[in-house]
């Protein structure tokens, strides 16, 4: 029986129950952030710990538990629901009160709740296939650095892609590529050069994307923080995803032209080795 946690207590799944006037039920007034689970450890948790306290801030949502309890709770759940390789999944909601569009008062105490899912994520396909993507406007509401539950347009945009034949879809603003819509989006240039979007209010700062670049700095592979277009990826020498599930992706394909030679290149499946390395060494 699968053990979630809400709010202090532990339940099996079908025991767990949230408000319907929870505010991330009506407005998706919620963050959220999923740490990997490799060898049953925690990868990089501090590092989600860190953008969590920068989502409710951003938010002016209290944090619920300290993060030393935060790391019991992810522990607890790792033990409980026996994962060994998987992820757990934490949301905070601002809470639950009478629906209106105007925060509550500050007596309402936010929500939290986590659960666990085994899934295998080294062993993954898209490591020798690489993936095939589709670029999409993106339409998302403006501040993608504050990672909320507001998802729904992520999630029409990998379905769209999929109904397409793809396996993703990266979004397009004024011309350049954002991001994926679970993912942080690379580009390799012909002199081996890593090309991924700055940060600001139009991406998310993944976790994973700063470990992955600093496993390329440490490798001494230049990387140029900038935007870069569509078809800048089409002419590139290969190109890749990142994030916390499925670490360094390899994408072969956007928008049915194919990227290099249409396999899986060198610089991401070095970054994806020596990042597994270094997590697998880090996790807690």
Not at 39 to 59: I, N, Q, T, W, Y
Not at 112 to 118: G, H, I, M, R, S
Not at 212 to 217: D, I, N, S, T
Request: overall charge negative; glycine content about 6%.
């Amino acid at each position: 029986m699968q053990t979630v946690y809400v709010n202090g207590d532990y339940l099996p799944k079908d025991e767990a129950k949230i408000s319907v006037f929870d505010r991330a039920f009506l407005f998706a007034d919620a963050v959220y952030e999923v740490t990997s689970v490799i060898g049953g450890k925690l990868v990089d948790f501090a590092g989600h710990m860190a953008r969590l306290h920068r989502s409710l801030g951003e938010l002016d949502i209290e944090p619920p538990v300290s993060d030393d309890e935060m790391l019991d709770i992810h522990r607890r759940l790792v033990a409980e629901n026996a994962i060994e390789e998987g992820m757990i999944y934490l949301q905070v909601t601002r809470g639950t009160a009478d629906r209106d569009f105007l925060f509550p008062e500050k007596d309402v105490r936010p929500n939290l709740v986590l659960f666990a899912q085994a899934k295998s994520l080294i062993d993954n396909p898209f490591v020798e296939r690489g993936q095939k993507i589709v670029s999409m406007e993106d339409l998302r509401w403006r501040r993608c650095d504050i990672k909320t539950t507001q998802l729904l347009y992520a999630s029409w945009a990998k379905s769209l892609a999929h109904a397409d034949g793809a396996d993703d879809a990266w979004l397009v603003r004024d011309g350049f590529i954002t991001e994926g819509t679970s993912n942080n989006a690379y580009i390799v240039k012909e002199d081996g050069t890593i090309v991924t979007r700055q940060l600001s209010e139009d991406v998310l700062s993944g976790i994973t994307r700063s470990a992955v670049l600093e496993c390329a700095r440490q490798l001494q592979m230049k990387v140029e923080e900038r935007p870069f277009t569509v078809e800048e990826a089409k002419a590139a020498a290969e190109a890749f995803s990142t994030s916390a599930s499925s670490f360094v992706n390899p994408v072969v394909e956007i928008d049915g032209s194919t990227i290099g030679n249409g396999a899986p290149g060198p610089v991401a499946r070095r970054l994806r080795e020596i990042y597994l390395e270094k997590s697998r060494a880090a996790a807690i």
